[in-house]
């Protein structure tokens, strides 16, 4: 559910570009149980996931000089093709020093994130990505 920042509602959000974006947990316990996000993803891969962290702080800091750490997604909607650049010079780094899988976990992320939302709101990714790009230029 896309929402201003104002509107208030319960359960886990994320920012994204001035936007508040509602995620998808379960609210039944047994369900919620079957999505373990620590043990499941978090704990298996603790340098993976600083790594992507830190992706994204250096291209907050290169694409939004100045302003808060967030996803301003409009200004790159590319991933798959992204995702094959960096696929194909994995194990190496890019020339400002950041893994070229560190940028491919970030890319298929931000993929896998623009699907689930796009999904939800009835469109395509195409659809979606248009929409956030004519918010952004409104």
Known sequence: ?????ATRHPGPRAAHGGLWIAMTLPTDPQARKQIPIVTGVLDYFPDAIAAVAAVSKAGNDQ??????LHWAREKSQDHADCIGRHLSERGTTDTDGMRHSAKLAWRALALLQTEIEADRLGMTVEQYNQSLRDRAQA
Do not use: A
């Open 1 to 5: 559910t896309l929402c201003s920042p």
């Open 63 to 68: 694409h939004n000089p100045g302003q808060p």
